[in-house]
T-cell receptor
Framework: EAQVTQNPRYLITVTGKKLTVTCSQN?????MSWYRQDPGLGLRQIYY???????DKGDVPEGYKVSRKEKRNFPLILESPSPNQTSLYFC????????????????FGPGTRLTVT | AQTVTQSQPEMSVQEAETVTLSCTYD???????LFWYKQPPSRQMILVIR??????QNATENRFSVNFQKAAKSFSLKISDSQLGDAAMYFC??????????????FGGGTRLMVKP
């Protein structure tokens, strides 16, 4: 079954304690992204990756790190979490869009609810 | 930069009735994709319907249809014969045709739809 998995699904932590949220996809997709969802703001892109070892900032990258050492995995790292990073996080993957080709939808993971106290 | 606006934070509809959710967007591009996503209480992001900007015909998927007005930059979602399972948060989203930033989606703030039995 084609899917994007995230772990953990729920996480409560304290300010400053480093944490990692894992993301894995089994569709051999080139593109992967992290989004955060906040009330009234929808989802906003944090970081994205176009391929292995190729990552770049999205719209709200401050306080986050990512890595893409393998095609299937794209972990999100919070080195020193703060309360303003309390949010719902989604990992997503999609295939490469080709000229004249059809839209490649984003496949979303189930979400990770993070609370930083 | 593109922006997506959903002006209705909450909507309600009687079961079996029809409801329309509004979405407007701003872009200087002529080719792009528009999406409606459904997020039920499970938090999973579910693609409801997609519209290619170059297509004049409005997309339909069973009870879901859109009213795409390119000149007005409007993209509303109509749900016919509303069912209790339609109760969810609905997000409107925009994506450039060839994708940028890993096929980044720009989301509106969401509309919470309640369905009354």
């Amino acid at each position: 079954e084609a899917q994007v998995t995230q772990n953990p699904r729920y996480l409560i932590t304290v300010t400053g304690k480093k944490l990692t949220v894992t993301c894995s996809q089994n569709m051999n997709h080139e593109y992967m992204s992290w989004y955060r969802q906040d009330p009234g703001l929808g989802l906003r892109q944090i970081y994205y990756s176009m391929n292995v070892e190729v990552t770049d900032k999205g719209d709200v990258p401050e306080g986050y790190k990512v890595s893409r050492k393998e095609k299937r995995n794209f972990p999100l790292i919070l080195e020193s979490p703060s309360p303003n990073q309390t949010s719902l996080y989604f990992c997503a993957s999609s295939g490469r869009v080709q000229a004249g080709g059809s839209s490649y939808e984003q496949y979303f993971g189930p979400g990770t609810r993070l609370t930083v106290t | 930069a593109q922006t997506v606006t959903q002006s209705q934070p909450e909507m309600s509809v009687q079961e079996a009735e029809t409801v329309t959710l509004s979405c407007t967007y701003d872009t200087s591009e002529s080719d792009y994709y528009l999406f409606w996503y459904k997020q039920p209480p499970s938090r999973q992001m579910i693609l409801v319907i997609r519209q290619e900007a170059y297509k004049q015909q409005n997309a339909t998927e069973n009870r879901f249809s859109v009213n795409f007005q390119k000149a007005a930059k409007s993209f509303s979602l109509k749900i016919s014969d509303s069912q209790l399972g339609d109760a969810a948060m609905y997000f409107c989203a925009y994506r450039r045709e060839y994708g940028n930033a890993g096929n980044m989606l720009t989301f509106g703030g969401g509309t919470r739809l309640m369905v009354k039995p």
